[in-house]
């Protein structure tokens, strides 16, 4: 089914984003395939985000950045056509969490926006970044920024919020469409991840504490 829902993303959603991907050949490309074969051979998914024996941090959060925003990005596009102006006027995480849109260009007070409106700020937003040389280097000797990890902490913070959103307010729609194992898969190794390089404020992961999986604990 989950096959089905992607093709049928992919067909429609003409907001979808291309996927970034990482070039064969580089470095980065090696880091995406271990920690994709890491992932695929069942290993705990604790174990799977620790840093590798003599990687570099920048380097291996660089490429989790990137994937969860693949995937991320093509969970919400599974759900878009339940996310509406209609159902969604806010974008929130159910009753005490609302999320304001800000950035150094169009916005540059928190603003509110519907939840649509906030995804698609927020995907131009990310893209803008991890396709920018200057904060996402990819060509071999260039260094990584001083606030590499500080941008990447706002990044995952914001993926954070779309988890939010869709668990709080799209739960049903992930579970008719049979992506529930999927999704939540994916929050557990996003969830992890952040844990494991202290990437998220606690307090941002608050919405989700009391999550019917019992994690967040």
């Excluded at 050949?25 to 069942?42: C, D, M, N, P």
């Amino acid at each position: 089914a989950m096959a089905l829902c992607l093709k049928q993303v992919f067909n429609k959603d003409k907001t979808f984003r291309p996927r970034k991907r990482f070039e064969p050949g580089t470095q980065r490309f090696e880091l995406y395939k271990k920690a994709q074969a890491s992932l695929k051979s069942g290993l705990d998914l604790k174990a799977v985000v620790q840093l590798p024996p003599g990687e570099s941090i920048n380097d291996w959060i660089a490429v989790h950045v990137v994937d969860f925003f693949n995937r991320i990005n093509l969970i919400y596009g599974t759900m878009s056509e339940y996310c509406t102006e209609k159902s969604c006027p806010i974008m929130s995480g159910g009753l005490k969490y609302e999320y304001r849109w800000q950035d150094d260009s169009k916005y540059k007070k928190p603003t509110k926006l519907s939840a649509p409106q906030y995804m698609c700020m927020l995907m131009d937003w990310i893209e803008m970044l991890i396709n920018n040389e200057d904060i996402f280097p990819t060509r071999i000797g260039v260094p990584f920024p001083r606030q590499f990890q500080q941008v990447c902490t706002k990044i995952l913070t914001r993926l954070f919020r779309v988890f939010v959103h869709v668990y709080i307010h799209h739960f049903d729609s992930i579970i008719n469409m049979g992506a529930e194992a999927h999704v939540n898969t994916c929050y557990k190794h996003f969830y992890y991840f952040i844990r494991e390089f202290s990437l998220v404020d606690h307090r941002e992961l608050e919405p989700l504490v009391r999550m019917p999986q019992g994690w967040g604990s």
